[in-house]
């Protein structure tokens, strides 16, 4: 059992769930986090149990905090002074600016909020421009994008799994070859945009700055 679902299994104070096969990929992504101050945002506080797994797991992390749309969850009390919850929606372009004002610094930024289509794509193109070089974008339970209900559905154009396929192209710069505006739009999104991972349910940015593509051959 990996120490994340270890602490996951022993944070009594506030209910939560999360699939199984979570843990492994967050580990991954956010273990070299566990010894740095970092500030840490995620969508989706449900009944709070999740911030404080990750304030057990990232003891250094400056601020943590918790958005919702759901007004009951500013009642939620936190023993750690590190944990704080906003309320708002993340589908409203309004909210992310006003939040953004006082919100400048971001580092590991985690969508577990509606999981509809609009509302993931939205948070992703407010937060990765503004993401720390360095940093970490997790959207979680990626597989409504095969659902209809919430605007998905297979290969279904404006999913956000379709979405984030398209920034692969971003990361390959011969895309500038062959222009489109589109591809330029998205750039200017996913610029530092280093790596984007794959998982059943999961789609994981990491934006560790471009490197110039430089070949190099044995010194003989």
Not at 43 to 56: F, I, P, T, Y
Not at 170 to 198: N, P
């Amino acid at each position: 059992m990996s120490e994340l679902r270890e602490i996951f299994d022993n944070t009594l104070n506030h209910p939560s769930d999360k699939w199984e096969s979570y843990f492994g990929v967050y580990e991954r992504h956010l273990k070299d986090f566990r010894d740095r101050e970092f500030n840490l945002i995620e969508v989706g506080v449900q009944k709070g149990g999740s911030l404080d797994m990750w304030a057990n797991y990232f003891p250094k992390a400056n601020i943590i905090t918790g958005i919702d749309i759901d007004t009951e969850c500013a009642n939620l009390k936190y023993n750690d002074a590190r944990i704080n919850v906003v309320i708002g929606d993340q589908g409203d372009t309004a909210f992310w600016d006003k939040f953004l004002e006082t919100n400048k610094k971001i580092d590991v930024f985690i969508d577990d909020g509606g999981h509809f289509m609009g509302q993931q794509i939205l948070t992703f193109e407010k937060i990765f421009p503004v993401l720390s070089v360095g940093g970490v974008f997790i959207c979680e339970d990626c597989h409504t994008s095969y659902m209809n209900y919430n605007g998905g559905g297979l290969e279904r154009k404006g999913s956000f799994i379709e979405y984030a396929k398209s920034y692969i192209d971003v990361i390959h710069w011969e895309w500038k070859e062959q222009y489109t505006t589109s591809l330029e739009a998205k750039y200017k999104i996913g610029k530092d945009l280093t790596s984007i991972h794959f998982y059943d349910s999961m789609v994981v940015f990491e934006k560790f700055g471009k490197k110039e593509m430089k070949r190099v051959e044995p010194n003989l």
